[in-house]
């Protein structure tokens, strides 16, 4: 008798304990649903962050939902890995436009926003950066990290100087487009030799000068190149050219060119279409 009574204390405290056991699991799991519908678990803390900060850098012009959902996955043109939760996509163009309360031309021209690249240095999974069609002025800034960025569009602002070393670093780089700014140095390509993987290099409508750098040889990825609306002066020499066997797509018009369209078209196997002030550049 008395040792049946003491396995029922026991059982009974073991039954005890494993209630208790579950009662606790179950506040744990409704804490930890609660906690992620307070403070979300979606985008990295430092990726909130740096997209406020991008936010305020552009007068606070964004997307409404910008700011209402603590994750940024949640948030109008981002786009996270759905298994990472990591911002893969960010397309950023056309804000002005787009967001802010009775734009206007005169009004958009006023405008000064300040691009500092290096806010995204925390993306660490970022694959495609779209900032076009912004007001965006001054300097082309300097940028780390983005290793596995793809696709980086700077196109139509209004940014100066030349093209910034860093870019370089971006060896995951397939389109560069820098075109419709006010780049307005001598063409230099230096800092892009490491961009191996480097399929489309959009330049065109801005203010450079000289002639086609020899470092585009290095580019031997590039299937689209457009220099055109610029103010190349040079002589036209395709030499730089000849090693870019993939290479479908060539704009040169609209430029200052002397002397004759050059027999180095001819290594350009893979050359569809070829552009250029033949009035200036004559012989075809």
Known sequence: MGLYYHHSINDGFSRRALIIMRITLLIVIISMIMLSSKFGVGCPVEEYEALLEFKASCNGT?????????????WERVICNNNTKQVSELHLHDLFWSYYPEGNWNLYEAQSWHLNLSIFSSFRELRHLDLSFNPFTGLLSSTTGLKKLKVLDLSDNQLTGE????????????VLNLGLNELNASLSLKALVGLKKLKVLDLSENQFTGEIPMSLGYLTSLEVLNLGLNELNASLSLKALVGLKKLKVLDLSENQFTGEN????????????????IEEAKGA
């Open 262 to 277: 050059p027999l180095s078209l001819g290594y350009l196997t893979s050359l569809k279409v070829f552009l250029s002030r």
């Open 163 to 174: 093209i910034p070393t860093s870019l370089g670093y971006l060896t995951s780089l397939e």
């Open 62 to 74: 964004s997307p409404p939902s910008w700011g209402k959902h603590s994750d940024c996955c949640l």
